[in-house]
Structures are given as structure tokens and as C-alpha cells.
């Protein structure tokens, strides 16, 4: 399959709501989604969203937060090219390594050049976001990757 073409645009306080939304449904942190640090970005595909994902930059270091596809929009590589985008924006803005945490998606994130190291790898300022420190459990993977 190949990727889909989307565009990533910072979300705005109206699309915060359909971003809360789409992380409740599918059992993903919430409580910071309006907070300073994170930054969320709606997908859309033709103008249509059809997903969501969230980056946090802390130097050198960013953290990929919370990619979600729409139900209606699943099977379609739109998750793979949310990856795919953030990670190009996470390059142009200088970060040498991605790290993210997952419950569910380690296997997605493997075939995309993540690797799975110890939460205690992860940078101090990372270890210290309220993603790290409150939002997601400690049983949590730790995947990092290297732009």
C-alpha cells in the first residue's frame, strides 16, 4: 500500500475538541491536549480530517505523541503518513530523536525504524513531560528513533 498524501496543520482551538475526542475514543491521554508544551495536528486527506497527532519538542530531543486515525479512515495508510509528516517536522525543527511511549502500536512503530529502549534512556527533559511523569503508565514501551 502505498502512502497516502495528507497535510498536517497546527490544530486550532476548535479542532482541539475533535482532538480530545478522537484520543478518548481510543483510550489516549487527554488531559494536556490544551496544556503549552504538546503540539496537536489535524491530518486532512482532500480536506477531509482524517486524523490526528500530536509532537512535543524539547531541544534536540521530541516526543511523538498520540497518532490517530478516524474509524472511517482506517486500513488506508493515513497512520503511516501521519508518522511520516511529524517526523519530517520534528527534522525541520532540529530534533536528532524521536521517542514516543505505546501500548498498543510497538509493531507499527518497528516497521518505521523505531527501536525499543529503556524508559530511562529517554533524555531528562523528556522523562519529565507530564507524557512521561503522569499520562502514560509505566508498563508503557519506549521506542526512539534517530532523523
Known amino acids: 500500500m502505498s502512502n497516502p498524501d495528507v497535510s498536517l496543520e497546527p ?8 482532538v480530545e475526542r ?8 487527554t488531559a494536556d491536549v490544551r496544556a503549552d508544551a504538546p503540539r496537536f495536528y ?7 480530517a482524517v486524523g490526528v497527532g500530536g509532537l512535543e519538542l524539547h531541544g534536540d530531543a521530541g516526543l511523538l505523541r498520540s497518532i490517530v486515525v478516524a474509524d472511517s479512515h482506517r ?3 493515513y497512520g503511516t503518513a501521519i508518522r511520516a509528516e511529524l517526523e519530517a517536522c520534528a527534522k525541520q525543527a532540529d530534533v ?9 502500536a510497538t509493531d507499527f512503530f518497528r516497521e ?6 529503556d524508559r530511562a534512556a529517554a533524555p531528562e527533559r523528556l522523562r519529565s513531560s507530564r507524557q512521561f511523569a503522569d499520562l502514560c503508565p509505566d508498563s508503557a514501551t519506549c521506542m526512539r528513533k534517530s532523523l
Open 112 to 117: 518505521h525504524g523505531y527501536v525499543v529502549v
Open 96 to 104: 536528532e530523536t524521536l521517542y514516543l511511549l505505546t501500548t498498543t
Open 75 to 77: 486500513g488506508r495508510g
Open 42 to 48: 489535524v491530518a486532512r486527506a482532500d480536506g477531509e
Open 11 to 18: 490544530a486550532t482551538p476548535t479542532d482541539l475538541d475533535r
Open 22 to 29: 478522537l484520543l478518548a475514543a481510543n483510550d489516549l491521554p
